[in-house]
């Protein structure tokens, strides 16, 4: 059943109490500055078929943009010293990152070039990217069969597993103890002014109209059904991606880094001999907001072929379990969509992380909290990010989009 809120009025209403609105919401809460009251509105709580429940739990910082790597630098910082950044809570536990790496596989000339590209990029803002030839790929990781492939790029300094649950555990339960309301409910409408320029309040499913001073769009796949009630187009829709955990017959002799095939088929390490992997059909459309169905077809036809292929262990493995879950890609140019809109000031987008949100969120999370309270971003400008370039139609590519 809905819950009703508190009050009647708040300075900021998050729309979505995943990993994104849980980050804002702790991030204010954070901030000496800020002093408002806050109310985080999330249809299910259970959190069953939210992005968040549905992630690889991982992070990289191979990225094609200066800006997306930095954002993950920051998600290592933090992780590396949550309980130091939560105020030094005996409670926190001391979290770390696997750092088996990333392992990106080029089978063509022109990928080959874009990682060598990315490189340069990576390497201006500090990170520890390596180039591999298909000799060095042997020899390190023998598993795989490299036949087809020209080129590697892995970095294993900072990227791999991370408890992305915890973070998120973390963040709820501490804003809750500093005074942020979380109800579950559902936002079904909102109002502007008279002037069009702001959301002067938000209607719950349970019938409570809601005055607001900033309503914050952080609800994954569902970012375009939440702009629309406030008048606003985004171009963020749910695509499906599956995933599977499997147990080898022959586990391998040392860490799988998390290896994109090119074929966009990836697989991971997950310990105990077991490991997990992801993919999805060729046929990429939006699907519906519920639709979590499993495609089993996808696995026998596609995914083990690929997996055995490149790695010849992996011809006798076993599905332990298996889920489908949705990416909120921002079909414009594959980055987040962050900050106010050009016209409706107070509405917030926190959308759009085309699979990369979770480890996005602390960044993303500290960055909106900081643009609440100040009106800018000041730890780290997220700006080339903002809603304006979609008026404009200048796109900022992300190549790297698993």
């Known amino acids: 059943m809905p819950n009703a809120p508190k009050h009647s009025t708040y300075d900021v209403v998050i729309v979505g109490g995943a990993i994104m609105g849980a980050s804002t919401a702790w991030f204010l809460t954070d901030n000496s500055d800020f002093d408002g009251r806050v109310l ?49 809570d005996d409670r926190i536990p001391e979290l770390g990152i696997r750092s088996f790496g990333y392992m990106y596989l080029a089978d063509t000339a022109e990928f080959a070039d874009t990682l060598r590209s990315n490189l340069d990029v990576q390497h201006a803002a500090g990170a520890a990217t390596q180039l591999m030839t298909p000799d060095q790929i042997k020899a390190a990781y023998p598993f795989y069969n490299v036949d087809d492939i020209l080129l590697g790029s892995i970095n294993t300094v900072d990227e791999g597993y991370w408890d992305g ?43 409570e109209v809601v005055s607001c001073g900033h309503v914050v769009n952080a609800s994954g796949p569902r970012a375009a059904r939440t702009a629309r009630m406030a008048g606003i187009d985004v171009p963020v829709e ?119 949100g979770l480890q996005q969120s602390p960044a993303m999370g500290r960055g909106v909290a900081e643009w609440l309270t100040y009106g800018a971003f000041r730890s780290l400008d997220l700006s080339l990010f903002s809603y304006d370039r979609l008026v404009s139609d200048e796109p900022i590519f992300e190549k790297a989009v698993i």
């Open 40 to 88: 985080v509105v999330e249809r299910d709580p259970t959190y069953s078929s939210c992005s968040t429940a549905h992630t690889n739990s991982c992070m990289r910082q191979q990225f094609s943009s200066e800006l997306n790597v930095r954002i993950s630098q920051f998600a290592a910082e933090f992780v590396k010293n949550m309980r130091q950044y939560m105020g030094g």
């Open 238 to 356: 749910p695509r499906k991606r599956y995933s599977w955990v499997f147990k080898a017959e022959r586990p391998l002799d040392r860490d799988l880094p998390l290896t994109i095939d090119p074929s966009g088929v990836h697989v991971r390490e997950n310990g105990g001999g077991t490991y997990q992997a992801g993919g999805h059909s060729d046929v990429d459309p939006a699907v519906d907001y519920d639709d979590f169905t499993m495609d089993h077809s996808l696995w026998e036809n596609h995914v083990w072929p690929i997996l055995a292929t490149r790695i010849p262990q992996f011809e006798a493995i076993k599905v332990t379990s298996e889920w489908g879950g949705h990416y909120a890609m921002n079909t414009f140019d594959h980055n987040a969509i962050v900050g106010p809109h050009n016209e409706v000031e107070n509405f917030i987008f926190l959308n759009g992380f085309s699979g990369h």
């Open 165 to 207: 649950a915890a973070v998120f555990d973390w963040w709820r339960r501490q804003s809750r103890e500093r005074g942020v309301e979380y109800v579950q409910n559902e936002v079904v409408a909102m109002a502007r002014n008279a002037t069009g320029t702001s959301i002067e309040s938000v209607t719950l499913a349970s019938g």
